[in-house]
């Protein structure tokens, strides 16, 4: 089994499990789904308090409960800070509360659903604009003193906005769980197309990927296989994008995996270290998909994987 410390702090899994998705199983075969991750060396799951509005971390702890596994042989992460509105208006369903009360609350109940003590990271979910960066410090230090949580990241932020929370905090973000597939490739792009006229120039990413690097803090991909904002899978999908697939399908020949492995191989090959977050609930697929720990990417299938997707080097 391959691992990864994240933030250079705490050990896990090379590649994670997101359970964003979990809320449409049943137990049993959330059963499966926990059994398959954990066989193939997936040790670090990841959820949010929004996924399904409790019920993936309900379905969850239920079925965990039914397996060998003992929590303290996994990496359990969630996240927190997107509310569900109160549907007053349709354009307003879910809104951004990072306040002191809310984290408190929030982590109380995510622990009540996972039947867990504690939680090994903790992660805001999105920027909350509204953000008092003093009170978010004042929830870390009670969550992290009462022992509910043990290390602290963010998602999709900044590094703006992480220079401004980390001031106040006193625990460093190790985390920052970001999109990122051969199709969703903002950040790498705002290195390789810098200061060109080019429309991947266009700065997306805040130079996130470079800050991190330097800060040591783990970057978390997000929806591996996906393209758009859960528009679907990328993988198949040879009408959009033809000849990544077709790179994927020969690498995946040559190497004796699937594309899907070859995806996650890719991923693990930027030296930023990237720790890949899936979110397929088919065991199978679970159990292909983390055989991409064990491939070798070359720097030059790297960047060919890279054009693939549509990126023309200048
Ligand atoms: N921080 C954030 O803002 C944020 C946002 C979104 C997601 N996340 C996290 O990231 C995790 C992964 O997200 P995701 O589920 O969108 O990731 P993903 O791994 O890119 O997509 C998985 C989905 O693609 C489907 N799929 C179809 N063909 C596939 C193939 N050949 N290979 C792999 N998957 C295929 C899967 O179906 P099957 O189940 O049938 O395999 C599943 O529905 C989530 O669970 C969550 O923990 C975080």
């Given at each position: 089994?391959?691992?990864i410390k994240l933030g250079?702090?705490?050990?896990?899994?090379a590649?994670?499990?997101?359970?964003?998705?979990?809320?449409?199983?049943?137990?049993?075969?959330a059963?499966?789904?926990?059994?398959?991750?954990?066989?193939s060396?997936?040790t670090?799951?990841?959820?949010?308090?929004?996924y399904g509005?409790?019920?993936?971390e309900e379905?969850?702890?239920?079925?965990?409960?039914?397996?060998?596994?003992?929590?303290e042989?996994?990496?359990?992460?969630?996240k927190?800070?997107?509310?569900?509105?109160?549907g007053?208006?349709?354009?307003c369903?879910?809104?951004y509360?990072?306040?002191?009360?809310?984290?408190i609350?929030a982590?109380?109940?995510i622990?009540?659903r996972?039947?867990?003590?504690?939680?090994?990271?903790?992660?805001l979910?999105?920027?909350?604009?509204?953000?008092?960066?003093e009170?978010v410090?004042?929830?870390?230090?009670?969550?992290?003193?009462?022992?509910?949580?043990?290390?602290?990241?963010?998602?999709?932020?900044s590094?703006?906005?992480v220079?401004l929370l980390?001031?106040?905090?006193n625990?460093?973000?190790i985390?920052?769980?970001?999109q990122?597939s051969?199709?969703?490739?903002w950040?790498?792009?705002q290195?390789?197309?810098?200061?060109?006229?080019?429309?991947?120039?266009?700065?997306?990413?805040?130079?996130?990927?470079?800050?991190?690097?330097?800060?040591?803090?783990?970057?978390q991909?997000?929806?591996?296989?996906?393209?758009?904002?859960?528009?679907?899978?990328?993988?198949?999908?040879?009408?959009k994008?033809?000849?990544l697939?077709?790179?994927l399908?020969?690498f995946a020949?040559?190497?004796?995996?699937t594309?899907?492995?070859?995806?996650?191989?890719w991923?693990?090959r930027?030296?930023?270290?990237?720790?890949?977050?899936?979110?397929?609930m088919n065991?199978?697929r679970?159990?292909?998909?983390a055989?991409?720990?064990?491939?070798?990417?070359?720097?030059?299938?790297?960047?060919?994987?890279?054009?693939?997707?549509g990126?023309?080097?200048?």
């Amino acid at each position: 089994m391959k691992t990864i410390k994240l933030g250079g702090a705490l050990e896990a899994s090379a590649i994670g499990l997101g359970c964003m998705r979990m809320e449409n199983l049943d137990v049993a075969d959330a059963q499966k789904v926990i059994d398959a991750a954990v066989e193939s060396g997936i040790t670090f799951f990841d959820h949010a308090d929004c996924y399904g509005f409790g019920k993936s971390e309900e379905i969850f702890a239920e079925a965990l409960e039914r397996t060998d596994i003992r929590r303290e042989d996994l990496v359990i992460q969630s996240k927190c800070g997107i509310r569900k509105g109160r549907g007053r208006y349709p354009f307003c369903k879910q809104y951004y509360d990072f306040s002191k009360e809310h984290i408190i609350e929030a982590v109380d109940a995510i622990l009540g659903r996972l039947k867990t003590d504690y939680l090994d990271t903790l992660l805001l979910h999105r920027p909350d604009t509204l953000v008092e960066p003093e009170e978010v410090a004042e929830a870390f230090d009670i969550l992290a003193s009462k022992g509910k949580v043990r290390y602290f990241g963010i998602s999709n932020e900044s590094p703006a906005l992480v220079k401004l929370l980390q001031k106040e905090l006193n625990q460093r973000l190790i985390v920052n769980q970001l999109q990122f597939s051969p199709a969703h490739t903002w950040m790498v792009n705002q290195q390789i197309y810098m200061n060109m006229n080019d429309g991947q120039s266009v700065g997306r990413s805040c130079e996130v990927l470079e800050y991190c690097r330097d800060k040591n803090i783990t970057i978390q991909a997000w929806s591996p296989f996906q393209h758009g904002f859960f528009e679907g899978t990328f993988i198949g999908d040879y009408e959009k994008y033809p000849e990544l697939n077709q790179v994927l399908d020969d690498f995946a020949k040559e190497k004796g995996v699937t594309p899907a492995a070859v995806v996650i191989a890719w991923i693990l090959r930027h030296p930023a270290k990237i720790q890949p977050i899936i979110g397929s609930m088919n065991p199978q697929r679970i159990r292909n998909i983390a055989e991409g720990q064990n491939i070798e990417i070359t720097k030059e299938e790297w960047y060919e994987l890279y054009g693939a997707a549509g990126n023309v080097l200048p």
